[in-house]
């Protein structure tokens, strides 16, 4: 079984990526599994200054799934290159810096500081975080703010892969897709989470301190697969799937409609080795797809009738 | 001093042995031995049930009430889905654990130190009595709503000094109050450990203050992952700053977190 795959100038052992967001900076999974054995890592969102992220309460359960309104608390991308990055196993699994800002240009300042990092692999651009009330979303629902940021993040990454996140929560994905394409964006990853919420009829109080917040679990899976069809139509970079994926059977289905790889988010919560209980399980989960490889899955999805 | 535990942690699937036969809403569960014998009074794991679906996302926080080389034990309250569908497993049954997690209390010994339990935040004092090495200088004050039955104070008040104080309605929380402040009060030069409802803890950082007493809290939250990496489960610290309950805490020095 080959589960090397090769994407916008990486080379992965295996497709699966942890999300950011779901799995710190790896650095707290280490007891769980070994890190280096991942595909790649995307570690928690950066922003140019640290930030305090949004008052508690700031995550919900919901039926197969949960809403979240972090804020992006992180401590900042100057502290993330010193303190964190070195002590990340670089040299053996991918390390995929998120990119969080509230204007272009702050875009561009941001991914200054990460160009010049050996120890980073790529770039996600995060155009899609419904938790914060500057930049976020607000880019990512106009075609025309993606391209903006893509074509800036691209111009300052001295040709480190740029990946953009995509949010679901607008009409039409492939034509945001497609603004990413257009801006030079190596690859799109998507979906980041559905904007949601949550109250309690006893208190009368939404669940979440930000009021709405973000869906994310295998509830939300067959939105995510929706998207990444239509991506795929949309584009010829190659397509990150993510969304609700829990088992290599989930994996697989998204390399089936297009996707290139695959980022495992949530179910980092439903026990802190799932991930890589998900790689073990990839072999078995290929013999029932009656695949030798990822690359002859992908995209051969058979919708004729 | 608030120490680390630097034990190995890994996932687990553990057995349940069984629970006991007291108040339906409260449960005491029983696992098959994690090897968690060194673990430290006040420390956490997340319990996720083998048999759970994808229905319920997060496992689920609990203190660890006692640990030796036979078995674990933990205490809580049906308070929602996931305490409801833990107190109807039954014997055999598979249990997903993690932990030991985050720091404990500390436990010096010949130091007069007053356990101050409110409600389900008698659990981990059970552990802390049992493995302290000088019990004599302890001494429990457990406030509580419900019956004492529901809870496994006896047990504990067999080893230390104890007492309790029931706040059967609202008129009786002046009472419970003056009792937590005297308590604490009574510490002076010792040290002061809290589990209990926020409401409870931070009348006793108040008390610790006013007092000049020494105390330590455990917090509880809804966390997701309890290693560290959601950043659901915050609190803030002295200097205003976001810290995570699971991996900072779950005990902080009553001056090293807001309320």
């Known amino acids: 079984m080959d589960l090397r795959v090769e994407f916008a100038g990486l080379v992965l052992k295996n497709p699966i990526i942890t999300a950011s967001g779901t799995f710190g900076f790896g650095l707290e999974f280490m007891n769980f599994g070994d890190i280096k054995r991942l595909g790649g890592i995307v570690v928690k969102g950066l922003s140019l200054k640290p930030r305090e992220g949004n008052p508690m309460p700031r995550i919900a359960e919901t039926p197969c799934g949960m809403l979240n309104a972090i804020g992006i608390q992180n401590p900042g991308v100057e502290a993330f290159v010193r303190d964190k990055l070195p002590l990340l196993p670089w040299r053996e699994t991918a390390i995929i810096a998120n990119l969080y800002a509230s204007s272009v240009q702050e875009f561009g300042e941001l991914t200054g500081v990460l160009a010049g990092e050996e120890g980073v692999a790529a770039l996600e651009v995060n155009v899609s975080c419904p938790n914060v009330h500057t930049g976020g979303a607000a880019f990512g629902q106009d075609p025309t703010q993606i391209r903006k940021v893509t074509e800036q993040v691209k111009k300052c990454a001295a040709g480190k892969p740029v990946i953009v996140k995509l949010s679901p929560n607008v009409t039409d994905i492939g034509l945001c897709a497609r603004a990413a394409q257009d801006g030079g964006a190596d690859a799109v990853s998507l979906i980041n989470t559905l904007l949601g919420m949550a109250v309690d009829i006893r208190t009368r109080r939404p669940r979440l301190a930000n009021v709405v917040g973000g869906l994310s679990g295998p509830a939300i899976k067959p939105v995510a697969l929706r998207c990444v069809h239509q991506a795929a139509k949309a584009v010829d970079i190659p397509i990150i799937g993510i969304g609700g994926i829990v088992s290599a059977e989930d994996a697989l289905e998204f390399i089936l409609v297009g996707a290139s790889a695959v980022e495992v988010g949530t179910a980092n919560f439903l026990r802190p080795d799932q991930s890589f209980r998900i790689i073990d399980d990839l072999p078995r989960a290929m013999l029932k797809a009656r695949c030798k490889s990822i690359d002859e899955l992908r995209g051969t999805l058979d919708v004729s009738r | ?259």
């Open chain 2, 1 to 259: 001093m608030v120490v680390r535990n630097c034990r190995e942690v890994k996932v687990r699937e553990l057995r349940f042995l069984g629970a006991w036969d007291g108040p339906s809403d409260f449960v005491e569960l029983t696992l098959e031995n994690p090897g968690w014998d060194g673990y430290r009074p006040g420390q956490f794991a997340m319990l996720r049930p083998s048999g759970w679906g994808l229905d319920l996302t997060w496992g689920r926080p609990l203190s660890i009430s006692r640990a030796d080389a036979e078995s674990v034990t933990f205490f809580f309250q049906v308070v929602g889905r996931g305490t409801e569908r833990m107190a109807a497993l039954k014997a055999g049954d598979a249990i997903i654990i993690w932990g030991p997690l985050g720091n404990g209390f500390s436990a010096p010994p010949d130091t007069p130190t007053t356990l101050l339990a409110g409600g389900m935040g008698l659990a981990p004092f059970r552990g802390y009595i049992e493995r302290h090495p000088t019990p004599e200088f302890l001494r429990l004050v457990f406030a509580h709503r419900p019956d004492l039955d529901c809870y496994p104070y006896a047990a504990m008040s067999e080893k230390v000094r104890a007492e309790e104080v029931r706040e059967r309605t609202p008129d009786d929380l002046p009472v419970v109050i003056e009792r937590i402040e005297t308590a604490v009060r009574e510490t002076a030069n010792g040290l002061v450990l809290a589990c209990g409802p926020t409401p409870f803890l931070k009348t006793v950082q108040q008390a610790a203050r006013t007092h000049g007493v020494r105390a330590e809290l455990s917090l509880e939250s809804r966390m997701a992952c309890g290693v560290g990496a959601c950043l659901g489960c915050v609190c803030k610290d002295g200097g205003d700053k976001h810290v995570q309950v699971c991996a900072r805490g779950p005990v902080f020095k009553a001056d090293d977190v807001r309320l």
